[in-house]
T-cell receptor
Framework: AQSVTQPDIHITVSEGASLELRCNYS??????LFWYVQSPGQGLQLLLK??????LVQGIKGFEAEFKRSQSSFNLRKPSVHWSDAAEYFC???????????????FGAGTRLAVHP | DADVTQTPRNRITKTGKRIMLECSQT?????MYWYRQDPGLGLRLIYY???????NKGEISDGYSVSRQAQAKFSLSLESAIPNQTALYFC????????????FGDGTRLSIL
């Protein structure tokens, strides 16, 4: 069965520092992979997605993520964090096959990012 | 205007009451979804709909029902609310193609006393 693990529940970084949020997935084939961000009082906004091709994908707000098949990982990175990046981040895995007739997404439990000035 | 609009944004109600959460979209997507979010659990799928005539249960549908009134409207009902249904509820939409991302509304925070 598909599953997604975000090992870090909370992360705190200083403004200007680099960031890496971890995501590991369990899936029998190459999945579709997404990172979403949720700011307080807001819905989930898509940061980036991996379908195929280049394993390093660029997203909005200066984020990037790298798909590593051998490690079943899709870690999110940003070279220099801004105070406005404080939010909750969700990794999600999608099947390349319709499961039960729809494109199922499995979400991780989320990582809450705090940014110190 | 938001592409996916949820109403109300906040609701406090009592155990046993019937509640309806509404979702409308202007993205023209066929597929719509209802999720609930609980701290530490991420998002869990309640119901999903391919089109007006096709509605399916997700992983946690007990205690919930839905109605797809039109391509653009998908409502979630709690027939007799209970306190453990207190959560943040999200509506989402997507294109009918494998691998397309889902687009979310801003959520409804529901508290059941």
């Amino acid at each position: 069965a598909q599953s997604v693990t975000q090992p870090d529940i909370h992360i705190t970084v200083s403004e200007g520092a680099s960031l890496e949020l971890r995501c590991n997935y369990s899936y029998g084939a190459t999945p579709y992979l997404f990172w979403y961000v949720q700011s307080p009082g807001q819905g989930l906004q898509l940061l980036l997605k991996y379908f195929s091709g280049d394993t390093l994908v660029q997203g909005i707000k200066g984020f990037e993520a790298e798909f590593k098949r051998s490690q079943s990982s899709f870690n999110l990175r940003k070279p220099s964090v801004h105070w406005s990046d404080a939010a909750e981040y969700f990794c999600a895995v999608g099947s390349r096959m319709f499961s039960g007739g729809y494109n199922k997404l499995i979400f991780g439990a989320g990582t809450r990012l705090a940014v110190h000035p | 205007d938001a592409d996916v609009t949820q109403t109300p944004r906040n609701r406090i109600t009592k155990t046993g009451k019937r509640i309806m959460l509404e979702c409308s979209q202007t993205k023209g997507h066929d597929r719509m979804y209802w999720y609930r979010q609980d701290p530490g659990l991420g998002l869990r799928l309640i119901y999903y709909s391919f089109d007006v005539k096709d509605i399916n249960k997700g992983e946690i549908s007990d205690g919930y029902s839905v109605s797809r009134q039109a391509q653009a409207k998908f409502s979630l009902s709690l027939e007799s609310a209970i306190p453990n249904q207190t959560a943040l509820y999200f509506c989402a939409t997507s294109e009918a193609t494998v691998g397309q991302p889902q687009h979310f509304g801003d959520g409804t925070r529901l508290s059941i006393l």
